[in-house]
């Protein structure tokens, strides 16, 4: 009997393998816990592309872009060295991912968020707190300028302590005093701790009648606070320079409005 083989040759057909795309980024580093200082370099702040379980994607390759608008001070950096001079930077994603640098000058909690076409933006919380007591950034501010001495009426005194870039500081002790010593009763203490906005709100009244100038002087960190702005007739005290808040303790904060930002 003669047997006869039957060859089934069988075809394997190879599927390429799927390819997720990124369609989203992400910052992968921890949220900064900096200083305020145009000096300071934080460290790196690193940028995957990601598909959307979080997978890191090293084919990606495309530009972004890093912006700060809560902050019209924030700086960017390509290398740590050189820095532009408005709150947003330009970038790109390499293999997957971007890495910059970021400073500022004004405390708070800025926002950075990063964009590229076609991805989910990022974004991510920072910290940034003031630097050290700075005297010629420090100042009292009083109204009304002449009081009666009938024990009752205050003369408010308010001492707002900055850094060196106009950033309050709270938490820092501050002791109030005037020329005339005990003929002046200062409340609630003549040593208070500054607020979240640096400042300690004094109240002074006399019943000692006189017709002399009476000087408020100010001590924080060992040294004197003389620099002093009369707020009698003034609505509110606005820097400008960091924001629109005011200083005067009359809570009259402005609102930037489009058209009138500082913001790049």
């Known amino acids: 009997m003669k047997k006869i083989f039957i060859c089934l040759s069988l075809i394997l057909a190879c599927m390429p393998a799927a390819v997720f795309a990124a369609d989203q980024l992400n910052i992968v580093s921890m949220p900064l816990s900096i200083r305020a200082g145009s000096s300071i370099l934080s460290d790196s702040i690193v940028v995957h592309a990601e598909t959307a379980p979080g997978t890191f994607d090293p084919d990606c390759n495309a530009p972004c872009a890093f912006y700060c608008t809560q902050s019209y001070t924030a700086r960017f950096s390509l290398d740590g060295s050189a820095w532009t001079d408005t ?53 009292i501010s009083f109204g009304p300028y002449r009081v009666p001495a009938d024990g009752v009426t205050a003369c408010n005194a308010v001492v707002t302590v900055c850094d060196t870039y106009g950033n309050p500081i709270p938490g820092l002790d501050i002791t109030l005093s005037t020329s005339r010593g005990n003929s002046d009763v200062i409340s609630p203490s003549a040593t208070l701790t500054s607020d979240a906005a640096g400042r300690g709100v004094f109240g002074i009244v006399s019943d000692h009648m006189d017709v002399n100038t009476v000087t408020i002087t100010a001590s924080c960190e060992g040294q004197l606070i003389t620099r002093g702005i009369n707020t009698d007739g003034a609505i509110g005290i606005w820097h400008f320079d960091q924001d629109v808040l005011d200083f005067s303790g009359k809570g009259n904060n402005g609102t930037i409005t489009s058209g009138s930002t500082p913001y790049g």
Request: aromatic fraction near 8%; glycine fraction near 6%; proline fraction near 4%.
């Open 87 to 139: 709150n947003r930077i330009d970038a790109s994603l390499v293999n997957g991912e971007a890495i910059i640098y970021f400073r500022d000058t004004k405390s708070g909690s800025p926002a950075i968020i990063v964009k590229s076409a076609g991805l989910a933006e990022a974004l991510q919380v920072q910290s940034v707190s003031p630097e050290a007591f700075t005297l010629s950034a420090s100042y």
